[in-house]
Structures are given as structure tokens and as C-alpha cells.
């Protein structure tokens, strides 16, 4: 609240309290994905300028994990690299307890919609093994909340993912196939809603690209823009 010059009652300013990454939308170029890039949990493979920006640093806070992307027809990929951390903890049961990553993406980036559709997906993955691996506990796809329609569940065999757990951290990469993304078509659609939170089992989640008071969990206005170019 802050007082009129001219005496009258005061007026809110509604944006006195929203951290600055509520005040931006942002779009991000992702590029095709490298013929040689291969998910076996090292990342040396993935090339430059696959990063996806730390946003986070906008509001003066710096994200602890580095998250990269890439796509192709027949799917999205991504990878996480996590340092610094004595130790990795992850439980299958209650995900965001431990170390985990968490994706939303809508195939179409409907920017109006306020509750996920048929085009929006959320999955988990979790730094297990250090291995190609495609169990249901390792990676899985989950409801949305408060969705006015699901998109279809996809089978286990349609997510793979790698680990590679270190003394200090670990990395971790998974593909998307096409056939798990309802309504992906990168050629008629070439623009998606992304969103991702990285949790650790000793400190606070890295988030992207929103604060964590803002409902990133069911709401796909909140997300960013990714933008598929070739």
C-alpha cells in the first residue's frame, strides 16, 4: 500500500510483492539434437549452447543444477547435471523428498489456459543406477492436478533414462519418445510449454521458469515458451 500525493486513500501497487520472474514470459530456442548424443548418463556427448538459462539468476538467486534440452522427431531430451552434493537420495514413493526431476510440458504451449489439457504431460525421473534404464521406478509419467482433461499415460518403455551418481553429484539424461508426448509435432508445432523443477534431499528445488508460490504444478500459463528450431 503506499499514500496518494494528494491525500486520497492509498492504492495497492499489485506488483510490490511478485519476485521479478513473475513479471516476464519468456521463449527459449532449443536446438536438434546432435546424431552423436546418446543417453548412457555422461553428458560429454551433449554439445554447446544446449543449456537451458538459468533464470533464476533474474531474481537474484542462481539455480544449483544445470538443465540442457534437445529434440528431434522422434522425441525430447534432456539432461541434468547436479554438483556440489555430498550425497544423492531419491524415494520412488515421495519424489520431491529426495533428488528428482520433474518435467511439464504442453505440445502445444496453449498460453491461455490456466489448467492442464490433453496436451500437457508431467513426468519424474530419478538419478538411479548407472545404467540405460527403463523401470517404472527410475522414470514414469503422472496426473496432472486439477486438469480439465489428462493426456494419455504412456507405456514405460516409451521413457529411458541414465545415471551417473559421483562422490559429489550426478548426472542424469532422459528421452521422451514421440509417442508419449500427445499432440507433439514439431513440424506443425514447433513451439512447447516447459516447465521443470530439480528437487535435492538437502536443499531447497531448483524451479523453472517461476517462483514456487505461483502454480506451475497444474497451471500452463506459468510456463515458459520453448521454441524447436532446426
Same mark, same amino acid.
Given at each position: 500500500?503506499?499514500?496518494?500525493?494528494?491525500?486520497?486513500?492509498? %492504492? %495497492?501497487?499489485?506488483?510490490? #510483492? +511478485?519476485?521479478?520472474?513473475?513479471?516476464?514470459?519468456?521463449?527459449?530456442?532449443?536446438?536438434?539434437?546432435?546424431?552423436?548424443? %546418446?543417453?548412457?548418463?555422461?553428458?560429454? #556427448?551433449?554439445?554447446?549452447?544446449? *543449456? +537451458?538459462?538459468? +533464470?533464476?539468476?533474474?531474481?537474484?538467486?542462481?539455480?544449483?543444477?544445470?538443465?540442457?534440452?534437445?529434440?528431434?522427431?522422434?522425441?525430447?531430451?534432456?539432461?541434468?547435471?547436479?554438483?556440489?552434493?555430498?550425497?544423492?537420495?531419491? #524415494?520412488?514413493?515421495?519424489?520431491?523428498?529426495?533428488?528428482?526431476?520433474?518435467?511439464?510440458?504442453?505440445?502445444?504451449?496453449?498460453?491461455?489456459?490456466?489448467?492442464?489439457?490433453?496436451?500437457?504431460?508431467?513426468?519424474?525421473?530419478?538419478?538411479?543406477?548407472?545404467?540405460?534404464?527403463?523401470?517404472?521406478?527410475?522414470?514414469?509419467?503422472?496426473?496432472?492436478?486439477?486438469?480439465?482433461?489428462?493426456?494419455?499415460?504412456?507405456?514405460?518403455?516409451?521413457?529411458? %533414462?541414465?545415471?551417473?551418481?559421483?562422490?559429489?553429484?550426478?548426472?542424469?539424461?532422459?528421452?521422451?519418445?514421440?509417442?508419449?508426448?500427445?499432440?507433439?509435432?514439431?513440424?506443425?508445432?514447433?513451439?512447447?510449454?516447459?516447465?521443470?523443477?530439480?528437487?535435492?534431499?538437502?536443499?531447497?528445488?531448483?524451479?523453472?521458469?517461476?517462483?514456487? *508460490?505461483?502454480?506451475?504444478?497444474?497451471?500452463?500459463?506459468?510456463?515458459?515458451?520453448?521454441?524447436?528450431?532446426?
Amino acid at each position: 500500500m503506499r499514500p496518494d500525493r494528494q491525500g486520497a486513500a492509498p %492504492t %495497492t501497487d499489485l506488483t510490490a #510483492d +511478485l519476485p521479478a520472474l513473475a513479471l516476464f514470459d519468456f521463449c527459449v530456442p532449443v536446438r536438434r539434437r546432435a546424431r552423436r548424443l %546418446t543417453v548412457d548418463g555422461d553428458l560429454s #556427448d551433449w554439445p554447446e549452447g544446449c *543449456h +537451458l538459462p538459468d +533464470l533464476a539468476a533474474i531474481g537474484g538467486v542462481p539455480g544449483g543444477a544445470s538443465v540442457l534440452m534437445a529434440w528431434d522427431e522422434r522425441g525430447l531430451y534432456f539432461a541434468v547435471e547436479v554438483r556440489d552434493q555430498r550425497r544423492v537420495q531419491v #524415494d520412488p514413493k515421495r519424489p520431491h523428498r529426495g533428488d528428482a526431476l520433474f518435467l511439464w510440458i504442453d505440445t502445444r504451449d496453449v498460453r491461455d489456459a490456466q489448467r492442464a489439457g490433453r496436451f500437457c504431460h508431467h513426468f519424474v525421473a530419478l538419478p538411479l543406477g548407472g545404467q540405460r534404464l527403463r523401470k517404472p521406478e527410475a522414470a514414469w509419467q503422472a496426473p496432472i492436478p486439477r486438469a480439465r482433461e489428462q493426456a494419455p499415460m504412456c507405456r514405460p518403455s516409451e521413457i529411458q %533414462t541414465a545415471c551417473d551418481v559421483r562422490a559429489y553429484g550426478y548426472s542424469l539424461e532422459l528421452a521422451i519418445a514421440a509417442s508419449a508426448l500427445n499432440g507433439f509435432d514439431p513440424s506443425e508445432f514447433p513451439r512447447l510449454g516447459l516447465a521443470y523443477m530439480v528437487s535435492h534431499c538437502a536443499r531447497s528445488p531448483d524451479l523453472w521458469p517461476v517462483p514456487p *508460490h505461483l502454480p506451475f504444478g497444474h497451471d500452463p500459463s506459468t510456463w515458459a515458451t520453448i521454441d524447436l528450431v532446426r
